[in-house]
């Protein structure tokens, strides 16, 4: 796992081994990772490809939220509290619901 300066992730979340996590993300309360695109970790005759969610710099989650494995939340981008995201959302936008959807483009971000 890697985690970056500045970043805040609220109580009850749960962040999946190896995430990376960039300078000032901020994950609110009770947010869930997923690294396992199969779910087959109980599996005996098969191992599973790990893939981790990342978070680039300032990317925000609202609580609630779940990330699927593999997924990517680009810089600056903000998910809505409750998303259940399963593909990447791109930098500077704003998405939410099941399953998060890009609704429009991010406000100005500050420093």
Request: with cysteine.
């Amino acid at each position: 796992m890697r985690i970056g300066g500045q970043v805040r992730c609220s109580p009850g979340s749960h962040l999946t081994s190896s995430c990376v996590l960039a300078d000032r993300v901020f994950l609110g309360a009770g947010v869930r990772t997923v690294n396992d695109r199969e779910l087959i970790w109980r599996d005996p005759d098969r191992v599973p490809e790990l893939a981790p969610p990342r978070f680039e710099h300032g990317a925000r989650v609202g609580s609630g939220s779940v990330v699927l494995a593999a997924v990517t939340i680009g810089e600056h981008a903000l998910v809505g509290a409750g998303s259940v995201v399963t593909r990447d959302i791109p930098p500077g936008t704003v998405a939410y619901g099941v399953p998060a959807r890009v609704r429009r483009r991010a406000g100005a971000v500050g420093p």
